[in-house]
T-cell receptor, first 113, second 111 residues
Framework: NAGVTQTPKFQVLKTGQSMTLQCAQDMNHNSMYWYRQDPGMGLRLIYYSASEGTTDKGEVPNGYNVSRLNKREFSLRLESAAPSQTSVYFC????????????FGQGTRLTVV | GENVEQHPSTLSVQEGDSAVIKCTYSDSASNYFPWYKQELGKRPQLIIDIRSNVGEKKDQRIAVTLNKTAKHFSLHITETQPEDSAVYFCAASDSNYQLIWGAGTKLIIKP
């Protein structure tokens, strides 16, 4: 039981390049999330998927797109990376609804130069 | 929407002393308040949570209290140990059951 697995762990992009962060969970959770974490700013929600087949914007969605490929997988895409997107990205999942304990992946440290 | 403020941003305590971290929230409809611990370079992990129908919850050296009237909740760690050093985040659920996070408190345990 691996929990939440996200790849890659580290990535360096040049401004304007695109990339997709992958996330998968094996806990049969309904809800999945993408957060970014910047120093002194806690965790900010980028996008979430309350259930398979749905996605919604979070607090900071600009510059990102997501795909809930199936119940297990939720990917985050940067179409044209900008230095402001340098951050640590966390994928998380939860059962959803009132049971909102979130289980996190190990994080992706992204640097855009 | 929901807004969560967390204080202090850094807390330094002597090993063996107690530590208290406080959070306030704005949405009176929020009903779930978890606390997460994040060690350096690692993922956040849940350490304790409380629901709005309970005023206090304890788990060994960790306790959380909730004051719904004042809209604040606090994390209490007693008999602090070096392994308690980490960043602690509070969160509150909004009307869509999504978590809104505080900015974090860096807890330093001095030997």
């Amino acid at each position: 039981n691996a929990g939440v697995t996200q790849t890659p762990k580290f990535q360096v992009l040049k401004t304007g390049q695109s990339m997709t962060l992958q996330c998968a969970q094996d806990m049969n959770h309904n809800s999945m999330y993408w957060y970014r974490q910047d120093p002194g700013m806690g965790l900010r929600l980028i996008y979430y998927s309350a259930s398979e087949g749905t996605t919604d914007k979070g607090e900071v969605p600009n510059g990102y797109n997501v795909s809930r490929l199936n119940k297990r997988e939720f990917s985050l895409r940067l179409e044209s990376a900008a230095p402001s997107q340098t951050s640590v990205y966390f994928c998380a999942s939860s059962r959803g609804g009132l049971n909102t304990e979130a289980f996190f992946g190990q994080g992706t440290r992204l640097t855009v130069v | 929407g929901e807004n969560v403020e967390q204080h202090p941003s850094t807390l330094s305590v002597q090993e063996g002393d107690s530590a208290v971290i406080k959070c306030t929230y704005s949405d009176s409809a929020s009903n779930y308040f978890p606390w997460y611990k994040q060690e350096l370079g690692k993922r956040p992990q849940l350490i304790i949570d409380i629901r709005s129908n309970v005023g206090e919850k304890k788990d060994q050296r960790i306790a959380v209290t909730l004051n719904k009237t004042a809209k604040h909740f606090s994390l209490h760690i007693t008999e602090t140990q070096p392994e308690d050093s980490a960043v602690y985040f509070c969160a509150a659920s909004d009307s869509n059951y999504q978590l809104i996070w505080g900015a974090g408190t860096k807890l330093i345990i001095k030997p």
